[in-house]
């Protein structure tokens, strides 16, 4: 009278394609992206702090350069290993680190961030 096979059947078919992709993709994740250093990185050898400390708390730094910096004029970060450095995302950090587009959107992307420092900062010229 209302078909109820016919529904059931149209039911689990949608039902299948509608989940098809998360099964599909289940345990696999992208490749995650490879930092592009300029030369004048590698020459360096170190950053502000160690890589690792910069891979997962770089944004949290530079929140509180920001705050520090605007609030409290307070211009110099002493890392751990001593050194001193200022306090800037163009001159200390860009100076290494030039290329926005391998470098800061590739993980970006990757991570499906949208950092906000471009909204007060000029973005730097790519090279080549």
Known sequence: MYDKEKILVGLAIGLVLLLFPVFYNA???????EAVLTEQAKAAKECVEPKAYMKSE???ML???????????TRY????????YYKSL???????????????????????????????????KENG
């Open 58 to 60: 770089h944004m949290k």
């Open 27 to 33: 345990g696999k994740a992208a490749k995650a992206p």
């Open 90 to 124: 163009q001159l200390t950090c860009m100076e290494c680190h030039s290329n926005k587009s391998k470098f800061c959107d590739q993980c970006h992307d990757y991570m499906g961030v949208s950092p906000t420092c471009w909204d007060c900062h000029i973005a730097p």
């Open 77 to 84: 970060y002493k890392s751990s290993n001593g050194k001193v």
């Open 63 to 73: 929140d509180e350069w920001r705050q520090e910096v605007v609030r409290q004029d």
